[in-house]
Structure formats: C-alpha cells, structure tokens
C-alpha cells in the first residue's frame, strides 16, 4: 500500500490527538486516597526510626514471615543471617573531570546505611520484589529483595537519611 502525504498528515494528526487525550483523562479520575497506608511508609506495628541497624541486628536469627507485596504468590519463611555495613562512598576525583561540575551550596545528605541477608529453602527460588515482611518483634513491613546467584540467600539494602 502507498503511503500519501495526505494519508501520513491526517494519521499523525489522529495519533497527537490521541496522545494528548491520554493526560487530560487521567488528571479527570479522581485519587483515590483511602488505602491503607495513606500514602505513608508501608510499615504497621512499628515506627521507622525502631527498623534501624539496631532493631535488625536484635532480630539475627529470627524468622520472618513473607509474602509478595502485590499479594500474588506463595507466603514463605526467610531467616535473617546477617546485618552488614554498606561499602563506603568514595567521592569522585573533580581534578580528572574535563568539565568541572557547579559549586554546590545544598549540604552533602549524611547517610546510614546496611545489607540485611536472609536464608530461605525454598525449592523454587524468590524473584526480585517487593515483599511484605512480618515478625513479632520488628511488626509488619516492606523491603525489596535480591536475591544471590545461590537462589537461597536474598539481599535487603537499607540506606536511611540522618
């Protein structure tokens, strides 16, 4: 089939009318802000400055019960085995910059971070996720996990702002 300029102009025409439709509905559906967290952190049973290296390293060897945060999927136990420091941020070399960066006057954020590590045996391993966490002792809460190569052991890393 041929394309004529006329047929390209008129289909294009048709498509930038459809893109810009796309916004101008979804700014006309109302939020709906009654969910459960109301737009806070996702952590229940606990406040975030008590889920900090402390509170974790509290709980070493302790069970965690969890399940997919988008609630598809099997519910599983995971231990935590290890609290880990993050490695240290080098700041970059500006000398070997071609281009200097501007001077900044906003202060550098002063971070404290970890690695939680956790064990499962589990015979399919877990994907990459959010997941819901529950325990006793630390409440109910949400990490991401990574799991390793060993399909057994799963990564959380905490980074908290000072």
Same mark, same amino acid.
Request: charge should be negative.
């Given at each position: 089939m041929a394309v004529s300029r006329r047929n390209l102009l008129r289909n294009s025409i048709l498509a930038a009318m459809a893109f810009t439709a796309g916004p101008f509905r979804a700014w006309g559906v109302p939020v709906n802000n009654s969910s459960s967290n109301g737009g806070q952190s996702n952590i229940t049973g606990g406040s975030l400055p008590n889920l900090d290296r402390a509170a974790f390293t509290g709980a070493l060897g302790?069970?965690?019960q &969890?399940? #997919?945060?988008? !609630? =598809?999927?099997? +519910?599983?136990? *995971?231990q935590l085995i290890t609290v880990d420091?993050? #490695?240290?941020? +080098?700041? #970059?070399? *500006?000398?070997?910059m071609a281009v200097q960066p501007p001077a900044?006057?906003?202060? &550098? #954020? &002063? +971070?404290? !971070?970890?690695? *939680?590590?956790? *064990? !499962?045996? +589990?015979? =399919?391993p877990l994907a990459q996720e959010t997941y819901t966490f529950q325990s006793d002792a630390l409440g109910t809460f949400s990490l991401l996990l990574v799991p390793e190569p060993d399909g057994q052991t799963y990564d959380a890393v905490i980074n908290l702002l000072q």
């Open positions: 302790s069970s965690f &969890v399940s #997919p945060a988008s !609630g =598809q999927g099997n +519910t599983v136990w *995971l420091d993050l #490695p240290e941020i +080098t700041p #970059p070399d *500006l000398s070997s900044s006057s906003s202060p &550098v #954020p &002063v +971070t404290s !971070g970890f690695v *939680l590590s956790f *064990l !499962g045996t +589990t015979s =399919q």
